[in-house]
Nanobody, 129 residues
Framework: QVRLMESGGGSVQAGGSLRLSCEAS????????MGWFRQVPGKEREAVAA???????EYYGDSVRGRFTIAQDDAKMLYLQMHNLTPEDTGMYYC???????????????????????WGRGTQVTVSS
C-alpha cells in the first residue's frame, strides 16, 4: 500500500511563493486520481488541484486557478507550485491518491475528497498579510 509524505510548507508573507512536494513510498499507477487538498479548522477539506496520473489533465479550484500549478515529476513525486499567496491560502495541505482507476481521464472528476483512499499527514502553509 502506498504511503504519502508531504513537505515544503511554511510561513510566508502575502504575495510570496511556496512549492509543496509529495513523495509516494512506491510508484503510483497511471490512470489514478492524485491531488492536493487543504483544510482549515471547522471547514471541510477542499480540493486545491488534481490530476489523473500519467494523463495531461489538470483540475484547479476556483480560488487558486492561475496562481497554483500541479505537476507530477515521475511515478513517485507530485508537486504544487504556489504563487501570489494570500492569507486565504492558509491551511493544512494534504496530498491524496486513489489507488482505484479514475472515473475518466478528466481531472475534474478527481476533485471530491471522498474519492481518495490514501492521504498524507499534511504540511502547514501560513500566509500572513
Amino acid at each position: 500500500q502506498v504511503r504519502l509524505m508531504e513537505s515544503g510548507g511554511g510561513s510566508v508573507q502575502a504575495g510570496g511563493s511556496l512549492r509543496l512536494s509529495c513523495e509516494a513510498s512506491i510508484n503510483t499507477i497511471g490512470g489514478r486520481c492524485m491531488g492536493w487538498f487543504r483544510q482549515v479548522p471547522g471547514k471541510e477539506r477542499e480540493a486545491v488541484a488534481a490530476i489523473v496520473t500519467g494523463c495531461h489533465s489538470e483540475y484547479y479550484g476556483d480560488s487558486v486557478r492561475g496562481r497554483f500549478t500541479i505537476a507530477q515529476d515521475d511515478a513517485k513525486m507530485l508537486y504544487l507550485q504556489m504563487h501570489n499567496l494570500t492569507p486565504e491560502d492558509t491551511g493544512m495541505y494534504y496530498c491524496a491518491y486513489d489507488s482505484r482507476r479514475a472515473p475518466s481521464y478528466a481531472a475534474i472528476d478527481c476533485r471530491h475528497n471522498s474519492r481518495y483512499n490514501t492521504w498524507g499527514r499534511g504540511t502547514q502553509v501560513t500566509v500572513s498579510s
